[in-house]
């Protein structure tokens, strides 16, 4: 009864003492805003959209390899934050899609991209597994055919004889004979 009381006692003593500073207190990423008019969050309606469009296209500089939208959920840096406010200030100013995304790869250069543009030696990493899926395909298939045209039939079964099937019969029994336990 004495331990029950105790340990009761203990659990709430437990449940009292845990930090509060450890509970989420909400998003952080700078598209979370309560003031904001539609539903607290700034990718609603036609900005909103555009805004996802260049948070996603974007790399984040802060190393971690994810796009903006990305990073300000996972990683919570100080880079995306940023990025994704001078987004959003330089769309609300009427700025298009292709000039945010080129001033940002005229600031930082093509790694800011997500995917790198289709031309010069890019072009071998948007071609080369392509080619490489079909060239081993195509691999495979000579193999598989050339594999199968190559086998050689299995002999013919004959009837023994009755001198070749006695010989059998009594290599057999010396066989049994031989390897017989001795108890």
Known sequence: MKASMFMTAFAALAVGVAPLSAQSTGPSHSGFDPNASAGGHYHVGEVGEKL???ETA???DCGCGLDVHSCQFQMQCGTSPVWSVRIREALEQGETVEAIQASFVADFGTQVLM????EG???VGYFLPAVGIITMGMLVGLLIRNGS????R???VTRLDEQDE???????R???AEESPDW
Do not use: T, V, W, Y
């Open 154 to 156: 299995p002999a013919g």
């Open 115 to 118: 995917a790198p543009p289709r």
């Open 121 to 123: 030696f890019n072009l």
């Open 149 to 152: 045209s190559h086998r050689e």
């Open 52 to 54: 996802m469009i260049l």
């Open 58 to 60: 974007l790399k984040c």
């Open 166 to 172: 006695a010989r059998l019969q009594a290599a057999l």
């Open 174 to 176: 010396q066989i049994d």
